[in-house]
């Protein structure tokens, strides 16, 4: 075999050689690409989930409110281990927040909702009202019928 024929093939076998190292270093980063990708979904998925779970933790910390002691709702904590804030807006008013993951009160991140409650004693004045209401509704109704049934 001549010099110029082997040169040929060695230059043949170096080719393939370059090609198949490029086809392994194109799939190596399309492989940690990929793996990249499905980390930051994973990220953001994990990061949606704690933000409805503490709009659920707020919301339930709202409901426990009534009307009258804010501070029994002072010593919650968030899923980032934040305090969550609880405040009196006005007479009624609770507003209950998480200051989100970064721990900075008041800016974008945050997870937060309004409450409005009666005071304790128009609710207990509620129930009676609400009973006395339905009674009169109950007799007019039977005052409409039995004046049907006389006609």
Same mark, same amino acid.
């Given at each position: 075999?001549?010099?110029?024929?082997?040169?040929?093939?060695?230059?043949?076998?170096v080719l393939?050689?370059?090609?198949?190292?490029?086809v392994?270093?194109?799939?190596?980063?399309a492989?940690?690409?990929? !793996?990249r990708?499905?980390?930051?979904?994973?990220?953001r998925?994990?990061?949606?989930l704690?933000?409805?779970?503490?709009?659920?933790?707020? $919301?339930?910390?709202?409901? $426990?409110?009534d009307?009258?002691?804010?501070?029994?709702? !002072?010593?919650?904590?968030?899923?980032?281990?934040n305090?969550?804030l609880?405040?009196t807006?006005?007479?009624?008013?609770?507003?209950?927040?998480s200051p989100g993951?970064?721990?900075?009160?008041?800016n974008?991140?945050?997870?937060?909702?309004?409450?409005?409650t009666q005071s304790?004693?128009r609710?207990l004045?509620? !129930?009676?009202?609400?009973?006395?209401?339905?009674?009169?509704a109950?007799?007019?109704?039977?005052?409409? !019928?039995?004046?049907?049934?006389?006609?």
């Amino acid at each position: 075999m001549s010099d110029h024929k082997r040169a040929q093939g060695l230059s043949a076998m170096v080719l393939l050689l370059v090609l198949a190292l490029g086809v392994f270093f194109l799939w190596q980063q399309a492989t940690a690409w990929t !793996k990249r990708q499905e980390e930051a979904r994973a990220a953001r998925e994990a990061g949606r989930l704690k933000q409805e779970e503490v709009r659920s933790q707020v $919301q339930v910390i709202g409901r $426990q409110w009534d009307g009258i002691n804010e501070a029994a709702l !002072k010593d919650f904590r968030d899923v980032w281990g934040n305090r969550i804030l609880v405040s009196t807006l006005s007479r009624g008013s609770l507003e209950v927040r998480s200051p989100g993951p970064d721990g900075m009160p008041y800016n974008t991140d945050d997870v937060c909702a309004r409450f409005h409650t009666q005071s304790a004693s128009r609710r207990l004045l509620g !129930k009676p009202a609400e009973a006395a209401a339905e009674g009169l509704a109950r007799g007019m109704r039977k005052g409409i !019928k039995g004046q049907l049934k006389d006609e």
